[in-house]
């Protein structure tokens, strides 16, 4: 008991360290709140999804050796909603470098009033920055109608080493109203 107890403690501590700074990062245009532990950059750029240009917004900083980051686009054509999300998943891959796909691990994620699709799933993956130095990313996907459009969301935390307290802390923290 008294191991387990100081395991748990362990972790408590890791996912809230000094170096983590959690603060709340509203993100009014994609109708999304987020929670990152660090003073956020932003950008946006048109990018092909499904075989059409989007606008992608991202939100992402660094801290404590990892890299956190929200992206977030509308889709004006809903029926392309899971082939997009596929797209997506697999240009993040694709940027790992080869064997990421295969040796990638997916298991459904679907937060509170998000669409229930297939391709939402959360992804671990291991692969290769581009400077060679070994990453690992842990990835969501999901997607929300939003009036006539479907807005697609991903969010990732990469790191040196497999960290997953802190990618779940930066998972719960993001809030659909």
Not at 150 to 162: D, E, F, G, M, Q
Request: glycine share 8%.
């Amino acid at each position: 008991m008294k191991w387990t107890l100081t395991g748990a403690a362990a972790l408590l501590i890791a996912g809230c360290s000094p170096a983590l700074n959690w603060r709340t990062v509203p993100l009014p245009e994609a109708d999304l709140t987020i929670t990152l532990p660090c003073k956020p950059d932003q950008a946006t750029r048109t990018v092909e999804l499904a075989g059409a240009p989007v606008e992608l917004s991202m939100v992402g900083c660094d801290a404590d050796g990892a890299t956190f980051a929200v992206s977030h686009a509308a889709l004006a054509d809903p029926a392309q909603v899971g082939a997009a999300l596929t797209h997506w998943r697999a240009a993040m891959l694709a940027r790992l470098g080869a064997g990421a796909e295969a040796g990638a691990k997916d298991v459904p994620y679907a937060p509170r009033g998000t669409l229930p699709l297939p391709q939402s799933v959360r992804t671990v993956a291991q692969g290769q920055r581009p400077d060679g130095s070994a990453v690992v990313a842990q990835a969501v996907w999901f997607a929300r109608a939003t009036g006539p459009q479907v807005r697609l969301y991903h969010a990732v935390v990469y790191t040196a080493k497999p960290r997953p307290e802190v990618a779940d802390q930066f998972f719960a923290g993001l809030a659909l109203p």
